[in-house]
């Protein structure tokens, strides 16, 4: 990559060309890629782009909050309040590439009538080089949620990060001076709190996710994971007083990685683990349970679905 | 108490008057307390007693070989093959109590038949003084299997060594004899694996957690923990190859306690615990994820159900 300057003021040059006379839109995720992607965009165009961030009820602690605050200087921001649709749609489902698709699924329709009502012709997106990767080898389903193109019809697509990697983005995004919580962010999931959560997902158990997430990113910053999280994989007995309960089972987790595509369970010292375990047990009467997981990815996957 | 040897001298003598002519039975599990029980009865009245083993398909890797093994010098010794019935019965229930309930009964039946056969007035049993009063807390279902005394009538009920804690029993086990995998044996719970299945047990989970707890005890045994053992607790995603796959999440637990009312999670070393996953997820490819459980009890239970 060039010097980052120089790139920021080509990328925004190329993207006002790009985009011309036209409405564009981009779908905030809360991530650093399509936050870099949306600022770089917004520079160039203004108000012609239409950023859209949808609360999906799946985000982590506190995330729409901070993108309201963190994009407060975009006056077309559009933040969609879209909870209860999902929860609506998941009940019931158990299988995991389906839960990816009902939340990929609906996201395209939050993110279509918002196009249809802005009049969009062009398409913003954040994807990085990796996902491109990761994408045409098949692991995995798109991460950036929905495989937009290929259901709206936009007459341009523009993905101004299409060429960097992970690390790139970053120094891009703390030279546009977006909030540090934002360009030092650990990746998140697409689908959200949705693949922390072993089998249907309910409200109650995207909360206890949300909040065991909050306990461990917290805790475990000094470590430095490439990824750090909770998820919550079913029930388990426990004792409350003399009471017999049967309360949530929390996983953590915390990896090492370069690029995501292979990783290694990182060594946590034990009086650690125990903090994590006391406060979210401690914090959350419902959980019985604190596990850590010590696999690499392979076998396991870093996410839980 | 009183010296060992003359522990065992007494007790053989009480047994042999409170059974006198009449036939006894006795349910050996496969743990401490009642093979203890049976051999100081079995001393008292020989074939008078019958000792009936019931091979649930939820017992310890190899526990019914070495239970005719050991017992071999029973002539009367019964081992009934009921693992099919066990999991008839247990298809599509997934409460915690009701899996106690439903394998207890299936118990009752199983031992009645023979109680029957043999004509039996006597039960004998291997109740200790622990589980006298954990049984009068009401923390857990009784866990010597069934609660026999209550559903068959007996003329009369033996308990040899209802007032002795574990480390007493493990002592006159040693001083009888018994094989040392028998008397240095950590407390296994009388629903066998189904406490360490999280929902529905079939014949797939009891097996990937017997597997398991064979690794775990293997391992673990330096640890000389109170307790150690795997259990299974869902479904996550992993990577097998290039293709996701979705595989068994196993859990370890290891846990230090004087007697199981409260205990603390021990601090198992990275290295072992790497061994550990390896082991596991390399002998069962269906296994996707290894965790290890780092609370205590409470707010956790030893077991998992």
């Given at each position: 990559m060039v010097a980052t300057d120089e790139f920021i003021e080509e990328a925004v040059e190329r993207i006002g060309e790009q985009i011309g006379d036209s409405n564009a839109i981009i779908a905030l995720s809360g991530g650093v890629d399509s936050s870099v992607a949306a600022t770089l965009a917004y520079e160039a165009v203004g108000d012609q782009l239409t950023p859209v961030y949808v609360d999906?009820?799946?985000?982590?602690?506190g995330e729409t909050e901070e993108i309201r605050e963190t994009f407060s200087?975009?006056?077309s921001l559009r933040v969609i309040e879209a909870a209860d649709r999902y929860f609506d749609r998941l009940e019931g489902v158990t299988d995991p590439e389906r839960k990816r698709e009902v939340i990929g699924d609906q996201f395209i329709r939050e993110f279509e009538r918002e196009a249809r009502d802005v009049d969009a012709d062009v398409l913003v997106q954040g994807t990085i080089y990796p996902d491109r990767i990761e994408s045409e080898g098949g692991?995995?389903?798109?991460?950036?949620?929905?495989?937009l193109p290929e259901v709206i019809d936009f007459e341009t697509i523009v993905e101004?990060?299409?060429?960097?990697?992970k690390d790139e983005v970053r120094e891009v995004a703390r030279e546009l001076g977006l909030e540090e919580i934002i360009s030092e962010r650990m990746p998140f999931p697409g689908p959200g709190l949705a693949v922390r959560v072993v089998g249907e997902v309910t409200p109650e158990k995207a909360d206890v996710a949300r909040e065991a997430c909050h306990v461990v990113e917290d805790e475990l910053e000094?470590?430095?994971?490439?990824q750090a999280f909770a998820a919550v994989v079913g029930k388990g007995t426990g004792v409350k007083g003399d009471n017999r309960v049967h309360g949530w089972i929390v996983a953590v987790r915390s990896v090492e990685s370069r690029d995501g595509m292979t990783a290694r369970a990182q060594e946590i010292d034990w009086n650690t683990l125990q903090r994590i375990q006391s406060r979210i047990t401690g914090e959350n009467e419902d959980v019985a349970r604190v596990v850590y997981d010590v696999t690499h990815k392979p076998p396991a996957t870093i996410e839980y679905e």
């Open positions: 999906t009820g799946l985000m982590r602690k200087f975009m006056d692991i995995k389903s798109h991460h950036n949620v929905g495989g101004p990060v299409r060429d960097l990697y000094e470590y430095d994971p490439w």
